[in-house]
């Protein structure tokens, strides 16, 4: 008789936080965004979850003209932090733009798109990151660089 193997359960990934490279890049990114007035800010630590990349910024705004004008500040900003943007997607469109920092993956939103993909959702189990400010439409979680500068 031939025992057959039972499948074993992956390993679940260790909880490595975001490497300090990647929380200053995103930082700048926020920053950008805020400089543009976005609407919502919000960065979630993937290191945990996502081989590929250590951070998201997740920023929204209330047109495609707004949303053009945060994704040439952000790529202007971390370019000065010392990254390149290694791949630009939707930019045509305007609606949703990824911006791929390698160490970092920036996903501008128009509000609508934003509310529909809901990428917090996706990721809620992703530890959400300090980057130091905040959009329009949000408050400062208290304890935050953001609340802090108030």
């Known amino acids: 008789m031939r025992r057959t193997r039972l499948p074993t359960r992956p390993s679940p990934r260790r909880a490595v936080p975001a490497s300090d490279r990647a929380t200053t890049?995103?930082?700048?990114?926020?920053q950008a965004a805020?400089?543009?007035?976005?609407?919502?800010?919000?960065?979630?630590?993937?290191?945990g979850q996502l081989p590929l990349s250590d951070a998201f910024v997740i920023i929204s705004a209330s047109n495609e003209r707004q949303v053009a004008?945060?994704?040439?500040?952000?790529e202007e900003q971390v370019r000065l932090a010392g990254a390149k943007v290694l791949r630009r997607e939707g930019a045509r469109e305007g609606r949703w733009v990824l911006l791929d920092f390698g160490d970092i993956v920036v996903h501008v939103f128009h509000e609508d798109e934003r509310n529909f993909y809901d990428l917090e959702r996706l990721w809620r189990d992703c530890p959400q990151l300090d980057l130091g400010v905040v959009g329009t439409e949000q408050t400062p979680a208290?304890?935050?660089?953001?609340a802090d500068a108030r």
């Open 34 to 47: 805020a400089d543009k007035i976005a609407a919502t800010i919000v960065g979630l630590d993937v290191s």
């Open 25 to 30: 890049l995103a930082r700048a990114a926020a």
């Open 142 to 146: 208290a304890g935050s660089a953001a």
């Open 69 to 74: 004008a945060i994704v040439d500040e952000i």
